[in-house]
């Protein structure tokens, strides 16, 4: 079983910048691929980012690319995503998310992650 925690939403104003943190407790036989996701209200939720076990690979929803930048600290247990720029349209709930096993996903699709955290709110209004 794994175990994850994000921390770091909040309210921001629009332009303001922010990193989500996630931490990563319980097997840590294998290193896994961690994936960031969002879910807006009303809407479905959606694959954002997601980083190698050995951090040396992500990928990037096209909507995210310019402004996310995922990263993670294996000697910590600590996975982050941080947002620049932020946007009213950016509010939603954050989640990060392992699959079951050491694979690296072949897409930022919910279905292909296992593990999920509780989420952090993001709030970003003027």
């Known amino acids: 079983q794994l175990q994850l925690v994000e921390s770091g939403g909040g309210f921001v104003q629009p332009g303001e910048s922010l990193q989500l943190s996630c931490a990563i407790s319980?097997?840590?036989?294998?290193?896994?691929?961690i994936g960031w996701f969002r879910q807006a209200p009303g809407k479905e939720r959606e694959g954002v980012a997601c980083?190698?076990?050995?951090?040396?690979?992500?990928t990037y929803a096209d909507s995210a690319k310019g402004r996310f930048t995922i990263s993670r600290d294996s000697a910590r247990n600590m996975a982050f995503l941080q947002i620049i720029s932020l946007k009213p349209e950016d509010t939603a709930v954050y989640y990060c998310?392992?699959?079951?096993?050491?694979?690296?996903?072949?897409?930022?699709?919910?279905?292909?992650?296992?593990?999920w955290g509780q989420g952090t709110q993001v709030t970003v209004a003027s």
């Open positions: 980083i190698s076990g050995s951090g040396a690979s992500s």
């Open positions: 998310a392992a699959p079951y096993g050491s694979w690296y996903p072949q897409s930022l699709k919910p279905s292909e992650f296992d593990f």
């Open positions: 319980g097997d840590s036989s294998v290193a896994r691929a």
